[in-house]
């Protein structure tokens, strides 16, 4: 079994979720979220995920991660705090070793639920029904961690084909 690591960047609220897998069935661990405060400057939220996914990593030990890219919406200046922290998740992943697999929203949903343009609902829907959970996971940023996880399983497979 290859265990996976999920991420949803943020800086406010980073998902995540740990899966494992044999390549064919997956096996549902753990989820969360790291979450930081604005009253807090922003290299001290930094380091927070930085400290907190390290944990996770060091818990977990997942071999493998899967992490959403950012698109950029109509406000690039919003975007950017979320893009350092997805800099410093992804080299909290490069400095424990982990084998990253980089995915776009579209990505996610296409191997997910097998559309690209799938609502969000649906890709729950999908993570909830692989990972045979009772309830779709909470909150939405470790939803999309998961999803992100069994992309990076999807991707992985494909390309060892």
Not at 52 to 63: A, F, N, R, T, W
Not at 68 to 79: C, G, I, P
Request: contains cysteine.
């Amino acid at each position: 079994m290859v265990t996976v690591i999920g991420i949803d960047p943020g800086l406010a609220n980073t998902g995540w979720g740990i899966i494992e897998t044999d390549g064919i069935r997956f096996k549902y661990i753990t989820h969360g979220t790291i979450n930081t405060t604005n009253k807090l400057p922003s290299n001290l939220r930094l380091k927070s995920i930085y400290d907190q996914l390290s944990d996770i990593i060091d818990k977990y030990k997942p071999s493998h991660a899967g992490i959403e890219t950012l698109y950029f919406a109509k406000n690039v200046v919003s975007a950017l705090p979320v893009a350092q922290a997805r800099g410093v998740q992804l080299l909290t992943l490069g400095n424990k070793g982990i084998i990253t697999g980089e995915y776009t929203p579209i990505q996610i949903k296409q191997s997910v639920v097998g559309n690209g343009r799938a609502t969000k609902i649906q890709v729950q829907e999908m993570v909830k029904l692989l990972l045979k959970l009772k309830a779709i996971p909470k909150p939405d940023h470790a939803a999309d961690a998961l999803a992100a996880a069994i992309c990076h399983v999807h991707s992985v497979r494909t390309a060892n084909v």
